[in-house]
C-alpha cells in the first residue's frame, strides 16, 4: 500500500509539472523577447579561447556557451553555425541530456566542424538552443583570420605569416609594404609545401624601418584560390627596448673617484642596440641632490658607458643611479627601458695621500728648512684648496707653531719654511703634514730632518750642571794650592839645612887652619871654600 501512494504521488507531481512547463513555454513565446533568455528563463554568456588565429587549420579557437538558471533534468540542444568571410555556413551540434541548473557546452572551430581556413578576415559565430523549443539564439561571437601571427608588431621583431589553399609546390609571391614604398627585400618569392601550406617569417626589419601601416600581400603563381586575396594589414610600431639591469663599477667609493655606468640595450629580435644614449640620474644620499650622466655606446667594451666623478663636496652615505622609463633612446625612436632600473652605491670621505719632502743637509742655526708636500685625492688629482699645516716635533715636544703651507700652483705642491735658531734642540725633528677641508676629507705625512747646533751656539747648561761644575774647580783649585805649600815647606826646610851644614864644616876649618900652620894646606883649604861657594848646592853633608 505504501509503495501504491509514493508511485500515485510521485506521478501527480510529473503531470504538474508538465503543466508548469507548458504553461511556461507559452508564457516565454508570448511576452520574452529573443536573446533576453532562454525559454524556460535560461540565462547564456558565451567565452572563447582567442580573438584571432592565423590562415591554417593547425590553430583553433574553442568557444564555450555557459548556461544557468537552466531547467533540470532537460535535454538540451544547441546548433553553432559559423560565417566564412565569403558568406559559407558551416554548423554543428551539441547536446546535454538530463541538464542541472548550471552547465557548459562547447565547440572548437575548425576541428569539431571539419573546415578548411583558407580565407583572411572576419568569421561569424552563432549559437542557438534549438530544444527545448522554441529556438532560440543563444550568442553571438567573431574571429580574425590574418596571414600574420599579430597584428602589431615592434620595430625588430619577427613577423611571421601562414597561409593554405595553394597548389602543391606552387610559388607565391610575397609583397609587402607602406605608403613610403616596398619594405627592404621584397617582393619576394617562396614555394608552397605539397599540401599547398605557405610559411614565411620576415626576420630582418631593421631599428631604422618607417613606422606604420604595412600590407603585406600573398599571390601564387596560379589561378586564385579563392575570389578573396590573401592580403592583410599590419601596424609597425617603435621597439621597447629592454634594459636588464645597470652595472656599476664600484659598489663603495671614496669622494673625487670616478664611478662608472654600464649597460646592455636589447631589441625585441634580442639583438644588442649600438646607437643612441641613455640618461642616467644620480640621487645623493639627501634624495634631493641630483646628477645626470649621459651614457654612450663604447665599440671597444660592446656596451653603453656613462661616468660620473664624486665631487669632494658631496653627500656621504647612499646614493641610487636610475635609468628612469623611456631613459634610453636608440636614435630612431625605440625608447625603454619598461619599468626603469636601478642600482645603488655608497659613497665615503676622501683619505687625502700627502707625500712631504724637504731639502737634503744637515740644518744648523739660521739654516731654513723648506717643506714641501704634494696632497692629491683618492683619483690622484691634486688637492689645491683645504687647509694644509706642518707641524714639527723634536722627541715629545713642539718645535716652534703649526705652519701654515701655501699651494704653488706652478709647481703644483704646498711649501712652507722654517729658520733654525739658537735655542732650538739639536737632534732629528720629525715634521707631520696635516691636510684637510670642510667637508671632512683629510690626510696626513711625515718626513725627518737632522738639526746640529755649534757648541759656541749651545744655550747655557741647566742650574744644577752649573753648580757642580763650579764645585769641582773649587776642589782642583784646592788641591793645586796644597801642592804648593807643601812644595815651598819643602824647599824652604832643604835651605835651612844645607845652611847648618856649611856653617858646620867653616867652623872645622878655622880649628884645623888654627892647628896647621902649613900654608899650603891653609891654601887648599882656600880654595875648596871658593870652590864651595860658587855652588853651594852641590855641597852635601858627609854621612
Excluded: C
Excluded at 619577427?158 to 607602406?178: D, K, L
Aim: glycine letters at 8%; proline letters at 6%; charged letters at 10%.
Amino acid at each position: 500500500m505504501d509503495k501504491q501512494k509514493v508511485s500515485s504521488i510521485f506521478g501527480t507531481k510529473q503531470k504538474i509539472a508538465l503543466l508548469v512547463f507548458g504553461a511556461m513555454l507559452l508564457v516565454s513565446s508570448a511576452t520574452i523577447p529573443v536573446h533576453a533568455s532562454g525559454p524556460l528563463g535560461e540565462s547564456y554568456s558565451l567565452s572563447q579561447s582567442a580573438a584571432r588565429i592565423q590562415e591554417t587549420n593547425a590553430q583553433s579557437i574553442a568557444f564555450t556557451l555557459n548556461v544557468t538558471k537552466a531547467f533540470s533534468g532537460v535535454n538540451y540542444q544547441f546548433t553553432w553555425a559559423v560565417r566564412d568571410p565569403s558568406g559559407s555556413v558551416i554548423s554543428r551540434n551539441t547536446q546535454v541530456n538530463s541538464a542541472p541548473t548550471t552547465f557548459t557546452t562547447s565547440a572548437t572551430y575548425p576541428t569539431d566542424f571539419g573546415a578548411t581556413v583558407s580565407q583572411v578576415g572576419t568569421y561569424n559565430v552563432t549559437v542557438t538552443q534549438t530544444s527545448p523549443p522554441p529556438a532560440t539564439q543563444a550568442a553571438t561571437s567573431l574571429f580574425e583570420v590574418g596571414l600574420t601571427n599579430s597584428e602589431t608588431y615592434q620595430r625588430t621583431q619577427v613577423v611571421s605569416m601562414i597561409a593554405q589553399g595553394y597548389r602543391n609546390a606552387e610559388n607565391v609571391t610575397i609583397s609587402i609594404g607602406s605608403k613610403s614604398g616596398s619594405a627592404s627585400g621584397f617582393p619576394t618569392t617562396r614555394p608552397a609545401t605539397s599540401q599547398g601550406v605557405l610559411s614565411f617569417s620576415w626576420t630582418t626589419m631593421a631599428p631604422s624601418v618607417p613606422l606604420g601601416n604595412y600590407t603585406v600581400t600573398l599571390t601564387g603563381s596560379n589561378t586564385p584560390k579563392t575570389g578573396f586575396p590573401d592580403t592583410e594589414v599590419f601596424l609597425i610600431q617603435p621597439a621597447n627596448m629592454t634594459i636588464s639591469q645597470l652595472l656599476i663599477g664600484q659598489n663603495s667609493l671614496q669622494r673625487s673617484v670616478t664611478e662608472n655606468f654600464r649597460f646592455l640595450a636589447t631589441y625585441p629580435s634580442n639583438a644588442q642596440a649600438r646607437t643612441g644614449s641613455a640618461i642616467i640620474r644620480i640621487i645623493e644620499s639627501d634624495g634631493v641632490t641630483e646628477h645626470d650622466v649621459t651614457a654612450s655606446y663604447r665599440t671597444a667594451l660592446a656596451q653603453f658607458e656613462g661616468t660620473y666623478q664624486i665631487p669632494l663636496s658631496s653627500n656621504t652615505g647612499v646614493w641610487v643611479a636610475s635609468i628612469d622609463v623611456g631613459g634610453y633612446n636608440d636614435g630612431y625612436g625605440n625608447i625603454g627601458p619598461s619599468p626603469s632600473v636601478n642600482r645603488g652605491f655608497a659613497v665615503s670621505s676622501a683619505i687625502l695621500s700627502v707625500t712631504p719632502s724637504t731639502s737634503n743637509g744637515n740644518y744648523t742655526t739660521g739654516s731654513i728648512v723648506v717643506i714641501n708636500a704634494i696632497v692629491v685625492t683618492p683619483d690622484g688629482e691634486n688637492f689645491t684648496s683645504g687647509t694644509v699645516t706642518a707641524v714639527t716635533h723634536y722627541s715629545s715636544s713642539q718645535v716652534g707653531s703649526p705652519l701654515q703651507m701655501s699651494y704653488d700652483q706652478t709647481h703644483g705642491k704646498w711649501i712652507a719654511s722654517y729658520t733654525v735658531n739658537a735655542t732650538n734642540p739639536a737632534g732629528i725633528w720629525f715634521i707631520q703634514i696635516n691636510a684637510t677641508d670642510s667637508y671632512g676629507n683629510s690626510g696626513y705625512g711625515s718626513t725627518s730632518i737632522l738639526v746640529t747646533i755649534p757648541p759656541t751656539q749651545q744655550p747655557a747648561p741647566p742650574p744644577l750642571q752649573t753648580s757642580t761644575f763650579n764645585y769641582l774647580w773649587i776642589v782642583v783649585i784646592g788641591l793645586l794650592a796644597a801642592i804648593a805649600v807643601l812644595v815651598s815647606f819643602i824647599v824652604h826646610r832643604r835651605g835651612r839645612m844645607v845652611r847648618k851644614v856649611l856653617q858646620v864644616d867653616l867652623e872645622a876649618v878655622h880649628a884645623e887652619a888654627a892647628k896647621v900652620e902649613n900654608n899650603e894646606f891653609f891654601k887648599s883649604v882656600q880654595e875648596q871654600l871658593k870652590e864651595e861657594r860658587k855652588s853651594p848646592s852641590n855641597s852635601q853633608p858627609s854621612a
